[in-house]
């Protein structure tokens, strides 16, 4: 018995409407049942999914917004084998990758659908076949989904003149566009061959499009819709929460702690389990994928750009076939892959947008079982990815955008007190509330609260400290750091005569880190590449073009700072302000001396005792 319709934002319920029911009231609504348990061998819908393929039966453009693993491909298959729709013929699909059509195509040939892929790779004979077949009116008995690259389709005339003809004896049923996201340039994966699909979706008036994506930002939407010329399209949406992903941002440290706090996940957290670990350079994936070889007995392997495709193909496979647990890759690996059980993934670098997080993360449990995602969050990378979009080609405004992108990332690492997944479905235009991620993320299960703090004059006092330090030599941020926490060891150096020495010295460490590294991110502060004197290039700090705002108070500098647990914070509750040099004095001895001995009468205090 099919269960009741189930209507509403719920990803993954699974429903096989009544007959009664409106989305089963069309012409096609018999056939498309039939195809759904006969072809498919599947036993009801997904959210959204009969609601798209109606609407592309019924001759509408249609946008498909569904979350990584939510089922978008059934949208066009299955319509593919239907004839009783608005219109029929070949449904021509474009996607950006040529693994990815080859495993759906594999995956459709199994079900006995036609399918082909026709791209640059393909022998003469094979596109002879495709190109005499779509001149013919029985073409789809022969041939239901042609898979095109969208260099195929900007590059190729002879592509285009047998898609006309195709059209001409309207046989030409749909155009697909598959991970559609790939037509903005605000998307995490803009191709310029996707841009010009505008252009070819004009020549084929009255043909109804697909476009399909798991981004949901309104600028990606907007940008999809307005460049693929789809007016008066139907747009579906739904939740894009993942209800069985947990999410946790972790301090990078060195290489070694990395390494070993990895290690805890894959071999004791997830021993035996398959998982992805995103690294930012193809040196880092094929170090971590051989120590973890080597040194942890883990069967994993390296995947990047820099392999040859052939053995791209075969890691992949192999990992998931489940030869090779773990993949140690850059974000060449992963788009399309249709691994249900990935039990982890792990980011030993932040990604360059939260859309990039959020695709990337949702490589995991697809299959709706509990799964992991660990980020490891350290500034150093923050630096080395700014590097990367100041070096990068793109222009100025593209630039702008990328740093700004990262900016939220940042942001959201440094965020310890927002549920995860509120801050991440935000940035998706979806509202979410925090009980309903039911302690599955690292904020949400804290003890810890935080309190925002405005560290203006900190930042004040820190950029006046940086103006003085590097007149007299160069200085790297962490010097910067000791002196403005007062470090001991530099009592007998110069540097403790300076103002801004031990002003910050009733802070945490790790929010005077933070201070600078916001003042970097925010360019109060700048740092700038110099050779030292052993040759090494070395990141040196000055101050910066916002310097001036944050001066006049324009600008605002605010911090989370953790109130509990933590004595040291506690006791310094009064000191939000700097002190001046003769206060400090004084403080600085009682606290050392008596660590918990002032403002006992503080609530929080009191509290964490
Ligand atoms: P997406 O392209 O949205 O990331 P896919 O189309 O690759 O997702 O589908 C993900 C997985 O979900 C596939 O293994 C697919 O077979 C499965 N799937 C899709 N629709 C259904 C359904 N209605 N019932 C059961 N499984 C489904
Ligand atoms: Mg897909
Ligand atoms: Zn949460």
Partial sequence: NPPKSAKGKQPMK???PEATSHLMQHPWSADVKNALLKRFHLRGFRSNQLEAINATLAGKDAFVLMPTGGGKSLCYQLPSIVSSGRTRG??????????????????????????????????????????????????????????????????????INHLHKLHNIRRLARIVIDEAHCVSQWGHDFRPDYKALGDVRRQFPGVPVMA??????ENVKVDVIHNLGMQGCEVFNQSFNRPNLTYEVLPKGNAKTVLESIVEIVSEKYRGQSGIIYCLSRQKCEDIAKKLQEEYKVMAHHYHAGMVPQEKRQVQREWQEGKYKVIVATIAFGMGIDKADVRFVIHHTIPKSLEGYYQETGRAGRDGKKS???????YQDTTALKHMIDKGDGDYQQKQRQHQMLRNVVQFCENRSDCRRVQVLAYFNEHFSRENCKGCCDNCNSTS???????????????????????????????????????????????????????GEDLDRGDVERLFYRLLMEDGLKEENKMNRAGFATAYVGVGPRKRDFKSGNRKLKIQVRITPNAKRMQAKTATKPRSAKQRTGAAAATREYPMSTNVSSPVQAASR
């Fill in 14 to 16: 699974m429903s096989l």
């Fill in 372 to 378: 992991g995602c660990f980020m490891f969050y350290g």
């Fill in 212 to 217: 399909l994506t798991a981004t949901a930002t």
């Fill in 90 to 159: 070949v449904t021509i699909v474009i996607s950006p990758l040529l693994s990815l059509m080859e495993d759906q195509v594999a995956h459709l040939r199994q079900l006995k659908i036609q399918a082909y892929n026709i791209n640059s790779e393909c022998s003469p004979d094979e596109r002879k076949f495709i190109f005499d077949t779509l001149k013919d009116r029985k073409v789809d008995e022969y041939l239901q989904l042609l898979y095109v690259t969208p260099e195929m389709l900007s590059k190729s005339q002879a592509m």
């Fill in 449 to 503: 609260t935080f309190e925002t703090r405005d560290f203006t004059e900190y930042a004040n006092a820190a950029m006046a400290m940086v103006e003085q330090m590097q007149r007299g030599e160069s200085v790297t941020v962490h010097q910067c750091i000791d002196v403005f926490r007062g470090a001991k060891r530099l009592k007998n150096s110069d540097w403790q005569y300076l103002d801004g020495y031990g002003v």
